[in-house]
């Protein structure tokens, strides 16, 4: 029987969306460079044309990057509202953030991802639920408008379903300290709580899930509670073994915990309470409106064109060397086949004499 590792090697999540911090950061650069200059070719060929001195100042790897954190909290704030489980907010989030190492804030409007990546999420994780809910949840939205991106969102996150959380890890690794019998409920129980509330926000928030496993993740968030669960645990597991091994393990699990202690759970609360923060976000989405795609700005217009035009598209007609040509069973010669075999032959229908 393989391995719970080796079972995660094969996942989606671990074959397309693991990255080292450096892969990640040219993934983002070059997908930066490539919406300006998409944009900039789109704006120069428009009607009336806009020169290249008057091109806008686009965004930085960087700015996007503050973008993408913003709606990510726009998502976890709405979806809430949706009554949507935790699972089904965790997928949505990791949705919109796949989505973007691809493609651009510049190219397709975040704020429409959201809720379509809210949506999607329901469905991946086999929840059943109304487009029509999520669209009252929002203001000035309708179910066209989060069905339009569906399938471009498909798209970017490379068909890729499957997210693997952390939190059936914390609570396996609960159950064993239970059952280590070396602390108290009382302890545990404020443990999994916490390390909970860590997990429904810090790995969304920043880029653990893309470097880092599920359990990793869990061990990181669980450090930042009370270290001692986790060494206990690791005492355990390791026993025997190598102190290297355990050293190497440990060293991961408090890289990743530096990287979830810049995003504490607190700040989804004290986050909108940040005057400046959010005047510098309202500057970056100004500057947004300016530098975006023209082409994709409305999703629904965008889809009907695409759906005209495809609807435009001759159908093509079968060429002399096609396959069906040289090996016979055409369409146009199975019908003739068919009928020729059910076609009477004289007046006798059981055909004629032997």
């Known amino acids: 029987m393989a391995t719970e590792d080796a079972r995660y090697r094969q996942s989606s999540q671990y074959r397309l969306w693991s990255f080292t911090p450096s ?38 790897p960087a700015e996007e990057y503050r973008i993408l954190n913003h709606f990510t909290l726009e998502l976890l704030r709405a979806a809430p509202f949706c009554n949507l489980p935790t699972d089904i907010q965790a ?21 429409e991802l959201i809720k379509t990546c809210l949506f999607f999420g329901c469905k991946a994780e086999g929840y059943f639920i109304r487009v029509q809910k999520i669209a009252d949840t929002f203001p000035n939205t309708t179910s066209e408008m989060i069905l339009a991106a569906e399938y471009i ?14 939190f059936r890890a914390l609570e396996g690794t609960i159950m064993e300290l239970r059952r280590l019998g070396s602390f108290d409920d009382d302890r545990l129980n404020q443990a999994h709580r916490k390390t909970r509330e860590i997990l429904k926000f810090s790995p969304l928030v920043t880029d653990a899930y893309f470097h880092y496993t599920p359990s990793q993740i869990m061990y ?59 005047k510098s976000i309202k ?3 100004r500057k947004l409106a300016k530098c975006r795609d023209p082409d994709r700005a409305d999703l629904v217009a965008l889809q009907k064109a695409r759906r005209e035009q495809a609807a435009q598209k001759p159908k093509g007609q079968g060429s002399l060397n096609a396959d069906e040509k040289v090996f016979g069973n055409g369409i146009g010669e199975e019908r003739e086949f068919k009928r020729r075999k059910v076609a009477p032959e004289g007046d006798d229908i059981f055909g004629p004499p032997l």
């Not at 798209?155 to 379903?161: E, M, N, S, T, V």
């Not at 050293?247 to 202690?261: F, P, T």
Request: some cysteine.
């Open 91 to 111: 997928t949505a989030a990791i949705f919109l953030r796949r989505f973007y190492v691809t493609n651009s804030v510049m190219t397709y409007p975040p704020q």
């Open 153 to 166: 969102l498909c798209q970017g996150i490379r068909f890729a379903f499957d997210v693997r959380h952390p």
């Open 23 to 60: 892969h990640l950061a040219t993934l983002r650069e070059k997908t930066n460079t490539l919406a300006r200059t998409h944009i900039s070719n789109r704006l120069r060929a428009s009607n009336p044309p806009i020169p290249a001195e008057s091109l806008p100042e686009f965004l930085t």
């Open 220 to 278: 990181a968030s669980l450090a930042m509670v009370d270290e001692e669960l986790v060494q206990r645990i690791f005492q355990e597991a390791f026993s025997g073994q190598d102190e290297a091994a355990k050293d190497k393990i440990w060293g991961v699990i408090q890289n990743c915990k530096a990287m979830l202690e810049k995003e504490p759970p607190e700040k989804m609360t004290s986050y909108w309470e940040d005057k400046e923060g959010i």
């Open 283 to 285: 500057a970056l989405r």
